[in-house]
């Protein structure tokens, strides 16, 4: 007796046709490096523009600007959150817009120069080419046949034609 063979249902080959479709691979790809790039950027804001800022405000250390809901008093956020303290964290609220900022205007960056690279229509021309004898010899017969008028006098090197 033979063993039956086992199919996989209809569903399972129109689920992987989906998943290999372009945009989903483009997606996943661009969600890995949207992953990778996140990193960067809090790299970037907490090591490097969050001192710079703080700095110029006067010494400030974003991380340690929160609010104590009970009223107590810590010297860090940090000791605030040992305590179990509920805070309101407002320089980490200030980093993630910073970090969002920065991440709006990269995007924005690459999305302009990608538009750059992408080949440009070819600009119509200011001035249509002039007609050529024959088109200004068909131009006059169509007029003549539409409106009975007479034709005008042909370019020079064309022989004369005749009157219908």
């Keep these: 007796m033979k063993p039956p063979s086992l199919r996989p249902p209809g569903w399972l080959s129109e689920f992987r046709a989906f998943l290999m479709r372009g945009n989903v691979v483009d997606l996943a790809v661009g969600i890995i490096i949207g992953a990778a790039f996140t990193g960067i950027v809090q790299s970037l804001v907490k090591d490097i523009f969050t001192p710079v800022i703080g700095l110029l405000l006067g ?5 340690n600007i929160f609010i104590t ?6 010297a860090t956020l940090a000791e ?5 303290s509920p805070t309101m964290n407002v320089g980490l609220f200030l980093n993630a817009v910073i970090q969002f900022v920065i991440v709006g205007l990269v995007i924005f ?3 302009k120069l990608i538009s ?4 440009k229509p070819a600009e119509a021309a200011a001035e249509p080419p002039a007609p050529t004898q024959s ?4 131009t006059e017969i169509r007029d003549l046949l ?3 008028r007479t ?3 042909p370019p020079s090197g064309l022989p004369p034609s005749t009157m219908i």
């Design 80 to 84: 605030a959150q040992k305590a179990g």
């Design 151 to 153: 034709m005008s006098p």
């Design 109 to 111: 960056w690459i999305v």
């Design 59 to 63: 010494g400030i250390d974003f991380t």
């Design 69 to 74: 809901l009970k009223g107590q008093h810590y």
């Design 135 to 138: 088109e200004l010899l068909l």
């Design 116 to 119: 750059k690279l992408h080949a």
């Design 146 to 148: 539409a409106g009975g």
